[in-house]
């Protein structure tokens, strides 16, 4: 034997338990798939990630495409679910998606990690065993595939490609698309353009000359004046503005039904309600899966949890009973995500006609919400101002600081030198600014952080979605063949059955107990109003099936009870949209 070969035994050993993945490894085990979360994933990359993970898990994962883009990319969508504890459509399903405006890519990625984490810790972690056994989930990293394909493959802003593809006169000249951005330097970002103008509203900063400083009344002018040309571009149709008609330049976050307004109220609403083919299809899926009992929509950026109402004049859709728990939810959230705040759409950052999240729940009676991925000021660590805007929030705790992140953090890579450049019109100016990667868009070495807390507030929503079980089934013989049937079903989580929302509208279907057999028939029947006494709110007609319009309430149990004529076999059944299924057979004798 070589003298090697000990040492290559001993070092096999000491590897083999790292290689295994099993929950004594705690958070550190070897996963079947191995997807990096420090990086952004591109349009193909993206599809091949989804595809390597439902490949690695068939077991679990199936993807397929719920519709086409307006340039006719696939919208794919991952459903998570144990088919061997029942179909997704009868289980209560979890709705995540990504990426609806272009320029907020990592909240693809952020999708993915939730795929990738769910399939991974399935068996290996009791939770997430539980979760993936008794839930379903879809998941959609990019409903917005165009506007994601163009922010990797042109130069942009940090906020540029957020629309959709189809074309939009924007500046109403009727010309479409033919006034955007121009990377004039060929560096492949857009940055800003500056020059020196005796008329200038800005000086060099005295603390670091790459930013400007307004000059205010009564100012003292020490250096020379600029002035901020905006961003890179030139004016390509003669009208006299630059960049003012760029590709696309509409919000599919504005075209959603629950309080639609036209353009002129709303800016980029669409000319009507789930125009554009990405919203329709996406429409199409979720009234498709009534099971849907939870909403995710990630965007970027600030740092928050948002909720409805978007508009001061929803208040009424958003009953007090729902708004605790959706309140509840969001300071667990808060506490999870320690630079996120837990905000209401419209008193908190700005109002919104047409959204998303809006439609999910007021029309669609799901809880629902909104996280603007990534804070900028968790760059150095700092906590955004209560009263930080998303603006503010997205330019950090000021410029300086972000300059200072950097230089010292990025060693460069978030910003753009100031150089010359000889523009066309303006003649001498300089180039330089804030690269697309910054900003609205973590580090690498923060991305992954980012994809977990979020996955743990998905999951912990998820997890408070309806969990039903039967209470007990109980048979009393009253003499003959007349039996007492009583059966009660639990709640165990926070969120009910049926949101007041859908009680309200009657969003959905009621509830439902039944009673079924071959050799029975159900003489009378009711929801048990009082275990103690007996007291009942007997129904007159069909009374083997009963309805609860209330659903059961989140940790609440709701009890019936039937007087049956007859013997033999009989299946009890228990039906929830939003909460499942629940079936036992028993014998009457």
């Known amino acids: 034997m070589s003298r090697l070969a000990p040492i290559a035994v001993a070092f096999a050993l000491a590897l083999g338990p790292s290689l295994s993945a099993s929950a004594d490894d705690g958070p550190y085990f070897e996963p079947k798939v191995r997807l990096a979360f420090n990086k952004l994933y591109n349009d193909r990359e993206l599809v091949e990630a989804m595809r390597t993970l439902v490949d690695g898990h068939p077991n679990l994962l199936s993807m397929h495409s719920v519709g086409k883009s307006v340039e006719g990319r696939d919208i794919w969508c991952v459903t998570v679910n144990n088919p061997e504890t029942g179909p997704d459509t009868s289980k209560p399903a979890f709705y995540c998606e990504g990426n609806v405006h272009g320029n907020e890519v990592q909240a693809a990625e952020a999708c993915l990690y939730l795929i990738w984490y769910l399939a991974e810790n399935h068996g290996r972690l009791d939770k997430v065993t539980e979760l993936v056994d008794r839930r379903a989930f879809y998941i959609l990293p990019t409903v917005n595939p165009d506007g994601r394909a163009w922010w990797f493959d042109a130069p942009n802003t940090t906020s540029s490609s957020r629309s959709g593809k189809a074309p939009v006169d924007d500046d109403r000249d009727g010309l479409l698309d033919e006034d955007g951005y121009d990377d004039l330097d060929g560096d492949g970002q857009i940055v800003l353009m500056r020059r020196k103008s005796p008329d200038g509203r800005f000086v060099l900063s005295g603390d670091?000359?790459?930013?400007?400083?307004?000059?205010?009344?009564?100012?003292?002018?020490?250096?020379?004046?600029y002035e901020l040309l905006g961003y890179e571009g030139t004016d390509e149709d003669g009208d006299g503005e630059l960049n003012e008609d760029p590709p696309g330049s509409y919000d599919m976050n504005r075209n959603w039904p629950a309080d639609w307004q036209p353009a002129h109220i709303q800016g980029g609403a669409g000319p009507f309600p789930l125009c554009w083919p990405e919203t329709r299809s996406i429409a199409a899926f979720l009234l498709d899966h009534p099971n849907i009992a939870g909403v995710q929509s990630y965007h970027n950026a600030g740092g928050m949890i948002l909720r409805g109402p978007a508009h001061p004049s929803r208040e009424p859709n958003y009953p007090r009973q729902d708004e605790d728990l959706a309140r509840a939810i969001g300071e667990v959230g808060a506490r999870m995500l320690p630079f996120y705040r837990n905000l209401i759409i419209h008193k908190d950052l700005y109002s919104v006609r047409g959204g998303f999240v809006n439609w999910t729940y007021e029309h669609l009676g799901i809880f629902s919400y909104t996280?603007?991925?990534?804070?900028?000021?968790?760059?150095l660590g700092m906590q955004p101002g209560q009263g930080s805007t998303l603006e503010n929030a997205v330019g950090a705790s000021g410029e300086a600081a972000q300059l200072f992140a950097n230089d010292r953090l990025m060693l460069g890579a978030h910003f753009v030198e100031w150089h010359p450049f000889d523009h066309p019109t303006f003649g001498p100016i300089e180039l330089g600014g804030f690269v697309k990667q910054s900003q609205r868009v973590p580090p690498p070495f923060l991305m992954e952080e980012l994809c977990h807390r979020n996955t743990a507030f998905v999951l912990y929503h998820a997890d408070q979605m309806p969990m039903l079980d039967w209470e007990a089934i109980e048979v009393e013989p009253l003499g003959g063949e007349l039996f007492q049937v009583t059966a009660s079903v639990a709640n165990d989580r926070l969120l009910p059955t049926r949101s007041a929302q859908a009680r309200r509208r009657n969003?959905?279907?009621?509830?439902?107990f039944s009673i079924s057999g071959a050799g029975i028939t159900v003489a009378g029947g009711g929801r048990l109003l009082d275990a103690d006494t007996g007291r009942m709110d007997p129904v007159e007609h069909h009374p083997e099936r009963l309805e609860l319009p209330d659903g059961v309430g989140g940790r609440a149990t709701e009890r019936v009870r039937?007087?049956?004529?007859?013997s033999g076999e009989a299946t009890i059944r228990f039906e929830a949209q939003k909460g499942g299924t629940l079936e036992r057979t028993l014998t009457l004798e």
């Open 507 to 512: 969003i959905g279907l009621p509830d439902r």
């Open 562 to 566: 039937w007087f049956v004529v007859g």
């Open 208 to 225: 670091d000359p790459r930013a400007l400083e307004p000059i205010r009344p009564g100012d003292e002018i020490r250096g020379e004046r």
């Open 371 to 379: 996280n603007e991925l990534w804070n900028n000021a968790q760059l």
